[in-house]
């Protein structure tokens, strides 16, 4: 899931000539779902959302207040096109989460949201319309974020599994058999080279 948000002095949200939603001081964020995203992405999100420090203290000390500090509002509109993927000059949105199932789940985000704040605080746009969003970007202040969903590629899968694997086989030799292992590998190579790291290097990142 991808998200930018913007801190707004205000925003408001047209359908046609139809005013849908406004909201004054707060934060607009446009919202992105992929076809990969789990409650997992949902949590985090509205999480960050709601907690960035992104306003002023009561004495004007910057970056120090949330939103739900501020009693502020939020503006939350669909936003598909986050999810592009470019082919060449050519935007692809296969990435996106299909309409008939976005639309739950966007209901369920703000759920969420409305849940863990207050109700009457969180706006809406049009789910699938064509809107235009007016947005008096204050700062201007924009963040973009992206939810820390593990890799979904097959191919990047079997990659780390095969890392783990190895890892594990290494951790399960004795030093002395590791260490004649790589006496020999440095015979084969070159008996005079210096010493240095064999084998694969790899690095795990926490989720």
């Known amino acids: 899931m991808r998200a930018i948000i913007q801190r707004v002095t205000k925003a408001t949200v047209t359908v046609g000539e139809e005013e849908i939603s406004s909201i004054g001081r707060g934060l607009c964020v446009l919202l992105g779902v992929s076809v990969e995203d789990t409650q997992k992405d949902v949590d985090y999100i509205v999480r960050k959302i709601l907690n960035l420090r992104l306003f002023e203290d009561e004495s004007g000390r910057a970056w120090t207040k949330s939103v739900m500090d501020r ?60 809107m235009q969003v007016h947005i008096q970007n204050d700062g201007p202040v924009t963040v973009e974020l992206t939810s820390p969903t593990g890799p979904s590629d097959p191919r990047q899968l079997s990659k780390q599994e095969k890392q783990q694997q190895r890892k594990e086989k290494t951790r399960s030799k004795g030093p002395s058999e590791s260490s004649r ?3 020999a590998g440095r015979s084969r190579r070159d008996p005079n080279a210096s010493s240095g790291a064999d084998g694969d290097v790899s690095s795990e990142r926490e989720p």
């Open 71 to 130: 009693d502020f509002e939020v503006l939350c509109v669909s936003q598909f096109t986050l999810q592009c993927v470019l082919k060449g000059n050519k935007p692809d949105f296969h990435s996106a989460m299909p309409a008939e199932l976005a639309q739950p789940f966007y209901s369920s985000i703000l759920e969420n949201m409305r849940s863990s704040y207050k109700p009457e605080l969180i706006k809406d746009g049009k789910f699938g319309a064509y």
């Open 181 to 183: 292992e790589k006496g």
